[in-house]
């Protein structure tokens, strides 16, 4: 009996203030995250059948989504751009960040802290003045653009954009990478200053190269970080839409070149100009929005984060 009371009072008490400081964050994260996330999915699973009244169809609006003659060819071409949209900034933005990043290491470059804040302060602006901006820029009636080309004489390389077909998604995720391209920069000039400097003197003293040292040893060292950019990456752009929404509007001209997922989705719930809005078809696009970024997510977990080797500086 001695030793029962005993153990009952040695028995720590529960850590209560604990709640108390994950309450808001949790009550908060679930009304505006989880909760909506949650409606969605189940909507996807109805259909309207009139006002306020909705019938359950199961996956019939997935099926519709993918197969319809109408709501297919939008839904895979817009798709195809988020892509697209996700191959330019792969391909520019974290190899130039990248770069950006291993310069402003070097001992002898100057200014750095200057450099670091003009290259991140495009983040910091909103989509609308940059999408502003970049129009007036690239306008082929008052931009600037031909003007600065026909000044190394290069004019006959204008084109209105933003106007055609082809050129327009390139040049909405240009100026995205413009635009963001601060961010993989500062991650991986963290992530190359934390590598310890006797690592790097060993190397020169082996007669190792500037190239040698950055490829063979601080590369391998980052390798998380360059994980960690390229899902970064993944799921910012599949949840792309203000660019494109501010730059082309909601029809994400010309011709739907410009549509992604996120614009899809847009129209499809809320509606435009005389096309009314369908809850039911946008919690679907909704839906496939989440498990494609789902599905990349788990891809980055289960096969590059278990394959990257994790040195210990």
């Known amino acids: 009996m001695a030793q029962a009371t005993n153990t009952k009072r040695g028995r720590k008490p529960f850590p209560t203030h604990i709640l108390v400081f994950l309450a808001p964050a949790t009550i908060i994260y679930t009304l505006f995250m989880i909760y909506p996330l949650a409606d969605s999915l189940r909507l996807s699973f109805f259909t309207a059948v009139g006002p306020g009244q ?3 169809v199961g996956l019939g609006n997935y099926v519709t989504l993918l197969t319809d003659d109408l709501w297919s060819p939008r839904f895979w071409g817009a798709l195809r751009n988020n892509f697209v949209f996700f191959a330019v900034h792969m391909l520019v933005q974290n190899p130039v960040g990248l770069l950006l990043a291993a ?11 200057f450099f670091r804040t003009v290259y991140f302060l495009p983040t910091m602006l909103s989509f609308v003045i940059v999408g502003f901006i970049w129009q007036l820029i690239l ?23 933003l106007g055609l077909q082809g050129p327009a998604l390139i040049a909405l995720s240009l100026i995205s990478v413009w635009q963001f391209i601060g961010i993989p920069m500062m991650l991986f000039y963290a992530s190359l200053i934390s590598i310890p400097g006797e690592l790097i003197e060993a190397a020169r003293v082996d007669g190792a190269s ?5 490829w063979r040893i601080k590369f ?11 899902i970064l990456t993944y799921v910012g752009n599949f949840n792309a839409f203000d660019l494109i929404y501010t730059t ?18 847009y129209r499809t719930f809320f509606g435009n100009q005389l096309q009314l809005g369908n809850p039911t078809m946008g919690a679907t696009v909704a839906t496939m929005m989440f498990l ?13 984060q278990r394959r990257v080797q994790t040195y210990e500086l």
């Open 54 to 56: 909705e019938a359950f």
């Open 103 to 113: 310069l402003l290491t070097q001992a002898t470059t100057r200014g750095r802290g």
């Open 139 to 161: 306008s082929p009636l008052w931009g600037v653009a031909e003007g600065m080309l026909s000044a190394v004489g290069l004019e006959s390389l204008f084109r209105p954009w």
């Open 210 to 214: 500037m190239w040698t040292v950055f």
């Open 220 to 230: 391998p060292l980052i390798l998380p970080t360059v994980g960690i950019v390229t």
């Open 248 to 265: 082309q509007g909601a029809l994400a001209g010309p011709n739907f070149s410009t549509d992604i997922l996120g614009t899809l989705f």
């Open 292 to 304: 494609i970024i789902l599905a990349g997510v788990l891809l980055y977990m289960f096969v590059w």
